[in-house]
């Protein structure tokens, strides 16, 4: 961020599509991408007379991502309509839940970035509501497709505990996580799944007041989540160094421009007329229920990192990368296999195999972790060196013979005598430095084992080298 004197203070609040096959409130298809106008019925275009019927799958759903989000289930919540007049909501109002949501607190644990404290971002809320239909404007008229009318979302809204616009994504990718490990959303933000309202304020660092917040609408990517906080946040402080307060006020990201502008006050009313549905009775969740699902939860994403951290015996850093990349947990389960020393693939998955993958541009599950397994027993049992490893992963794809033949090729020399003949030879070349060493110049150490490994073509034990070196240079054994 520009000016380290400020710290800004972030929330959101994420819309989330959920993965039923039928509206919140009709038996309407959700399919995305059926031809306008094509799912739909009385109840979901809001013809006069017809009545709600809630769908007890998008409960369940919703349930599930409470108790994944350490929320508390309310026994009893409220649905509410929320009025307001747009050509895409054709009932003039929004059935919601205002304030007996279904789910309330918990939090979401963010992993740690770069071997630093995992963050809990608290959560305020999760509840349903039912999405509005599209307009699409076309040169001479608007129209409406209200296929999307009646599709059952989750809204789940954050405290403002993010600080910044990277921990902002780390919070979007997280909670995705979640959403699609418990099956509630499938997380595709290219498809209008996940959408994101965020708030933004700033204040001098140090400071517990809140500032005055913009809402930035309708964010769908986490790209334009990030560069829509930059640019909010360093508007936010210009305004405020330049002695300007900041208007509490509702603003749009504008991609092309990358700014956010404000809306026109026309676009969205804040007087919104909550009242209890009248066609609904209070939604009653009974404990039997919230245990029952309890009992039935898979393993989350952070308890899987933990988990995956154990078993591979990951460090702070390794666990940042691995856990985050399924493959990468794969290639590292395979490649330690048969290893005396399996720690030793985890580095290795994340400089060697990363490097292979962003050099070639092809993904991690085509770099074949046989291969890694193979080299990293051929290093680790001296066959070659650390380096020749590397050369030949990098040099070669994923043929086991292919590598087999190359680590021969480059198969390291570890039998004393042909090092001890190679050691021989270069001492009585260079007698006058050998002389030089024995007077006292120990750095010609060096220079000495470099002149064996040229002489051996690289090939030879740099272990064995040494130790055969040092004996005969001490003396010891007469050259
Ligand atoms: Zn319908």
Known sequence: MANDAYEAVIGLEVHAHMLTRSKLFCGCATDFGAPPNHNVCPVCVGMPGVLPVLNRHVVELAIRTGLAAHSKIEPHSVFARKSYFYPDLPKGYQISQYDEPLCR???????????????????????????????????????????????????????????????????????????????????????????????VSVRPRGATELGARTEIKNLNSFRFVEKAIVYEVNRQIEEIAAGRRIAQETHLWDPEREMTRPMRSKEFANDYRYFPEPDLPPLIVPPDLVESIRAAMPEMP??????????????????????????????????????????????????????????????????????????????????????????????????????????????????????????DRVLAAEDAKVAEYRAGREKLFGFFVGAVMKAMGGKGNPKVVNEVLRRKLAGKIAG
Not at 131 to 158: C, Q, T, W, Y
Not at 362 to 373: C, D, E, L, Q, T
Not at 387 to 396: T, Y
Request: with cysteine.
């Open 105 to 199: 607190g918990g939090y979401i644990e963010l992993p740690p970035r770069q071997g630093g404290e995992p963050r809990r971002i608290r959560l305020v809320r999760i509840h349903l509501e039912e999405d509005a239909g599209k307009n699409i404007h076309a040169d001479s008229a608007s129209l409406v497709d209200f296929n999307r009318s009646g599709v059952p979302l989750m809204e789940i809204v954050s405290e403002p505990d993010l600080r910044t616009p990277e921990e902002a994504v780390d919070y979007l990718r997280e909670l995705r996580g979640i959403l699609v490990c418990v099956g509630s959303s499938d997380g595709k933000m290219e498809e209008g799944s996940l959408r994101c309202d965020v708030n």
């Open 302 to 423: 952070a308890e899987r990192r933990a988990r995956i951290s154990r078993e591979l015996d990951l460090s702070a850093y390794e666990a940042d990368v691995i856990t985050l990349a399924p493959d990468l947990v794969e290639h590292a389960k395979i490649a330690r296999q048969g290893l005396n020393n399996p720690k030793a693939a985890n580095n290795w998955v994340i400089t060697e195999v990363l490097r292979k993958s962003n050099e070639t541009g092809k993904p991690v599950s085509s770099i074949s972790a046989a291969v890694s397994g193979l080299i990293l027993s051929k290093v680790e049992d001296e066959t070659i060196s650390f380096s020749a490893g590397k050369e030949v992963f990098h040099s070669l794809w994923d043929s086991i013979d292919e590598v087999s033949r190359a680590i021969e090729r480059r198969r390291q020399i570890s039998d004393e005598a042909s090092i001890a003949e190679a050691c």
